[in-house]
């Protein structure tokens, strides 16, 4: 599975030169058309949001590399088959937008989060290796599930945009900023403060924020409820976050062994 994890780390790579119309292919924001663009709905983030990609395209590569490095401990063997699943299904949802198939896209972002979600779940139950397993497996992957949490309800907005459901955009563009600070709530207090997870859900809400407030489509009410949701999702995961002195007052536990809530850069390590 070392070298699955590789070949689609190359797959997801390939798919985002797609995506973004270097090469090839039609950039996201002008394909299916301009469903997914920075104004074609309340809750679509400025476009400089969508950089985070090179974050994660880099950490991919970073965990190919890795994981396939001699010595690597047991914890990556349940890890390599979703995160490749992720990697795959990335590039999926890009091939979906080209061919114009925004409904399609929806399920399968849907099914990415799902992977996500599970990849998130493996990782509190054992803590990192080391400072560097933390950066690139719970770092990366943190980061990853957080933005696709942002982008799954950007996603499911845009489609039903498209399908002409339009009537009370402002309250529902709140609503569903609501219910994304609750998932950071709910991530926070699963993981006892995971940083990653944060950060990308945060990294979403600002620039629709921003995007709200500054940009061509400006609505006020969805811009503060953004940037509302965004300091509440903050804010709780510092509150939750446990000191580290506390956490591993009892030494050292090698890798492999149960630790509620390590992972995601919830905590640090030796």
Partial sequence: MKVGVIVSAIAAVIGSFIGSGAWVGTPIAEAAGGALSATSTLVAPA???FSIWTVIYSGFFAYAVWQALPGRSERHRPLRLPIAASMLLNAAWILTIQVGLLWLSVFVIAALLAVLARVFVLLQQQRPENRLDAVITDGMM????????????????AWLVYLGVTGGATFWAVAVLILAALVAVGVATYSSGALA??????WGLMWIAQGRL????????VGWAAAIAALVAGIYTAVVRR???HLWSEGFRPPGRDVPGGGCLGRDVP
Avoid: E, F, S
Avoid at 197 to 202: D, E, L, S
């Fill in 47 to 49: 476009g400089t949001a």
């Fill in 142 to 157: 943190g980061v990853y599930l957080g933005w696709v949490c942002v982008a799954t309800i950007t996603n499911v907005t």
């Fill in 197 to 202: 997870p944060t950060i990308g859900i945060v």
């Fill in 214 to 221: 500054a940009g061509d489509v400006i609505n006020a009410r």
């Fill in 243 to 245: 000191p580290a002195q």
